[in-house]
């Protein structure tokens, strides 16, 4: 008895058939252990670090070298703009009377010879003509197309100067427009640094202090030492006057108070008070924002900035500055609050 066989084709369906199982099956867990992996953390994408301050710092100093350019362009085209505009107005002034002396010139012609060759001779004219003798005529009508030609010569002097003025002063105006719209395009490129530089400054940590006149500071985590720093680094340059608490002109212990008035802190106008009002700070843990004294006396007193130095209002001829506090001998420090 015959063995019954599989049909060829249905043998190579089932063979065939065995690699697209395999196939599917190897994507499917191909498939799990992915979802597995993202699950765990293992397939993440890497964490974005946000720039430190010093690389911000590089941006805006990068993005300073690009505006410093197109300030100064900017003030030279203002400048030679402004000078521009004072040579057109001086040749505008010089054009109306111009304008004035050769409109009356002609008005002069034309009126002489309206009256000669359309109404006939004038009452002055015909006076002159019949009182005359016959062999004078001539001669006087000689001195009358003089006349005509005089007030001709007249007008057309006073035309010549004014089209002078007139070409000066078009290209003045053409000069003017091109130095207008570069002054536009400048002051737009301008204000698109400013404001890219703003959007850095904005992106410092909120614990950097970065004010005019002072360093930039960091690590200042207390909000009324941050007050007390900007409002104390906004008087850089300040006169020293002795018993003064601002807002033009201060003392040492005036600065500091109001350096912390403005953060919601009252101080004393007193060095000796100020350092009963703060709470002691080794030197080693000093911070920003804290009152370093000098002399055993407690003489002097800063704002400490960190980094061995301070804001302060020095002395009589010395304006608030920023210097190390190095160059007196420290008594100790306080923070307010």
Known sequence: MPVATMPPHRHDLKTSARPGRLRRGAHRLLVL???????????????????????????????????????????????????????????????????????????????????????????????????????????????????????RKEVEGVLAVRAKYDGEKQKLDALITTQTTQQ??????????????KQLEASMPKTTVKTAGCPTINGVTSSAAQKAIRTACQQVGDPYVWGATGPNSFDCSGLTQYAYKSAGIYLTHHTGDQWNEGKAVARADARPGDLVFFFSGLTHVGLYLGNNQMVHAPRAGKPVQVSSINTMPVAGFRRPG
């Open 184 to 197: 536009n395009e400048l002051a737009a490129k301008k204000k698109q640094i400013d404001a890219e530089i």
């Open 33 to 151: 252990v992915a979802a597995a992996a993202v699950g765990a953390g293992l397939l993440a994408a890497p964490a974005h670090a946000d720039p430190t301050v010093d690389e911000i710092e590089a941006q805006i100093d990068k993005k300073w070298e690009q505006l410093e350019p197109t300030i100064e362009q900017y003030n030279k085209v203002r400048a030679q703009l402004k000078v521009n505009r004072q040579k057109s107005a001086t040749l505008q002034k010089k054009i109306e009377p111009l304008a004035l002396q050769s409109e009356l010139a002609l008005n002069r012609v034309g009126d002489l010879a309206s009256r000669y060759y359309i109404s006939g001779p004038s009452h002055d004219i015909g006076s002159l003509l019949v009182s005359v003798k016959p062999d004078t005529l001539t001669e006087q009508l000689t001195v009358l197309d003089r006349l005509a030609a005089q007030e």
